[in-house]
C-alpha cells in the first residue's frame, strides 16, 4: 500500500518568514495530493490540493509543488502569520483509493 | 454552509462496553468515510462506504468495528467490545465523489476515552 512520510515534524518560523512542509509517497500510481489545517482540537479542513497533470498550483499565500518522478510534493506558505499556527498534513491516494496521510508537521509562527 | 456532523463529541466507556458513534454526512455527498486520530498522531483510514456497502477498509477495521447507514442521513460506526487502544478522536467524513477525485468533508470528530 501507499506510504507517505513528511518532514519536518515541527516547524518554527517568524512571522513574515516563508514555511516549507515536504512529503514523499511510494506508490506512483498516485496521482490525487491535498493538504489539510488541523487546528488544536478541530477538524482537518483541506488548504489545497493537487492532482498528478499538474506541477505547481497556487492560492494566495499557499503554494504546492509535485514532482512525480521523484514522487515528492511540498506545501509552501509565504508570509506567515500567527494564525498559520496549526498541524498540517499530507496526504496521497491513487484513483478510488483511499488517503493515506503523512504523520503531520507542527508549524508555529511566532508573532 | 453545509457541514458533516458528529455525536457524541466526547464518550467515555468501560473496557468491553460497546460503542456507537454517530454521524450525519452532507446531504448530497455519495461516499462516506470514518477516520480514526489517536493523540498526537497521524489521522489513520478505517473504512470507506458507497452504496449501502463497504468499499475499503483498513487493517485496523477488524471484527471489532462494523458500519451501517440505518436511514436516509446517518451513518454509524460501531465498536463491539472496546479495548484501551480504541481510545481515540474518530473523524466521519463524507465527499461527494470517492477519494482521490474530490474534497474529503470531516466532522468535528468524536474522542473516545475507553478506561
Known amino acids: 500500500g501507499e506510504n507517505v512520510e513528511q518532514h519536518p515534524s515541527t516547524l518554527s518560523v517568524q512571522e513574515g518568514d516563508s514555511a516549507v512542509i515536504k512529503c514523499t509517497y511510494s506508490?506512483?500510481?498516485?496521482?490525487?495530493f491535498p493538504w489539510y489545517k488541523q487546528e488544536l482540537g478541530k477538524r482537518p479542513q483541506l488548504i489545497i490540493d493537487?492532482?498528478?497533470?499538474?506541477g505547481e498550483k497556487k492560492d494566495q499565500r499557499i503554494a504546492v509543488t509535485l514532482n512525480k518522478t521523484a514522487k515528492h510534493f511540498s506545501l509552501h506558505i509565504t508570509e506567515t502569520q500567527p494564525e498559520d499556527s496549526a498541524v498540517y498534513f499530507c496526504a496521497a491516494s491513487g484513483g478510488y483509493s483511499t488517503l493515506t496521510f503523512g504523520k503531520g508537521t507542527m508549524l508555529l509562527v511566532s508573532p | 454552509e453545509p457541514e458533516v456532523t458528529q455525536t457524541p463529541s466526547h464518550q467515555v466507556t468501560q473496557m468491553g462496553q460497546e460503542v456507537i458513534l454517530r454521524c450525519v454526512p452532507i446531504s448530497n455527498h455519495l461516499y462516506f468515510y470514518w477516520y480514526r486520530q489517536i493523540l498526537g498522531q497521524k489521522v489513520e483510514f478505517l473504512v470507506s462506504f458507497y452504496n449501502n456497502e463497504i468499499s475499503e477498509k483498513s487493517e485496523i477495521f477488524d471484527d471489532q468495528f462494523s458500519v451501517e447507514r440505518p436511514d436516509g442521513s446517518n451513518f454509524t460506526l460501531k465498536i463491539r467490545s472496546t479495548k484501551l487502544e480504541d481510545s481515540a478522536m474518530y473523524f466521519c467524513?463524507?465527499?461527494?465523489?470517492?477519494?482521490?477525485?474530490?474534497?474529503?468533508?470531516f466532522g468535528e470528530g468524536s474522542r473516545l476515552t475507553v478506561l
Open positions: 493537487i492532482r498528478s497533470n499538474v
Open positions: 467524513a463524507s465527499s461527494v465523489l470517492a477519494e482521490g477525485t474530490g474534497e474529503l468533508f
Open positions: 506508490d506512483s500510481a498516485s496521482n490525487y
